[in-house]
């Protein structure tokens, strides 16, 4: 059973284009739900979260638009850059439940 | 500052071989896990670690084993090693396991199984 739904599994943006990638959840008890970012090689790494009490979270070119009713949440990344061209993870997770639960993920190309 | 240590970084093994990934880390983190990263599938957590002493089960836990005797180290055990059991592993630790804090992944290790 697949906590957190992630959608597209792939995704190719012009440069200067806008990315968006969505997640679904069902568990009402998640409590934080951040996006990590990942480059060939490398272990994923935290780019931005979000807390249930807030609809919106914007941290230079990357935003969060969280809707609690719907149990969705989605990162946009304004201005899509060649060096954005990674996987990204959207994740979930409560407090008292002491595991982290990821999407499928996302590979996003940004073609220059 | 090291981080998030795991060794080896690729590794063989044939079918019914044990093997050990072993990760360290230096930010005195309670918290610390294991995933594996499988095309479509994003990361699973395998097991998962609050504390020097105390383990417990992930999703995907058949066919692997952990111990945490320290605070900087989380080992990860594969039994008798299966094709399925090819794949990415990452370690991965945090000060806590809760909301805001953020997780430290290793650069991972690639298993391949024959």
């Known amino acids: 059973q697949q906590q957190v739904k992630q959608s597209p599994q792939s995704l190719i943006v012009q440069k200067g284009g806008i990315s968006i990638i969505n997640c679904a959840y069902e568990?009402?008890?998640?409590?934080?739900f951040p996006w990590y970012q990942q480059f060939p090689g490398k272990g994923p790494a935290l780019l931005i979260a979000i807390r249930p009490d807030v609809s919106e979270k914007k941290e230079g070119r990357f935003t969060i638009s969280f809707n609690k009713s719907a149990k969705q949440f989605s990162l946009h990344i304004m201005d899509s850059q060649p060096g954005d061209s990674a996987t990204y993870f959207c994740?979930?997770?409560?407090?008292?439940?002491?595991?982290?639960?990821f999407g499928a993920g996302t590979r996003l190309f940004v073609k220059a | 500052n090291a981080g998030v240590t795991q060794t080896p970084k690729f590794q063989v093994l044939k079918t019914g071989q044990s093997m050990t990934l072993q990760c360290a880390q230096d930010?005195?983190?309670?918290?610390m896990s294991w995933y594996r990263q499988d095309p479509g599938m994003g990361l699973r957590l395998i097991h998962y670690s609050v504390g020097a002493g105390i383990t417990d089960q992930g999703e995907v836990p058949n066919g692997y084993n952990v111990s945490r005797s320290t605070t900087e180290d989380f080992p990860l055990r594969l039994l008798s090693a299966a094709p399925s059991q090819t794949s990415v592993y990452f370690c991965?630790?945090?000060?806590?396991?809760?909301?805001?804090?953020?997780?430290?992944f290793g650069e991972g290790s690639w298993l391949t199984v024959v």
């Open positions: 568990n009402t008890a998640f409590d934080y």
């Open positions: 994740a979930a997770l409560n407090t008292g439940g002491f595991k982290t639960i």
């Open positions: 930010m005195n983190h309670e918290y």
């Open positions: 991965a630790s945090s000060y806590s396991h809760s909301s805001g804090n953020t997780i430290y």
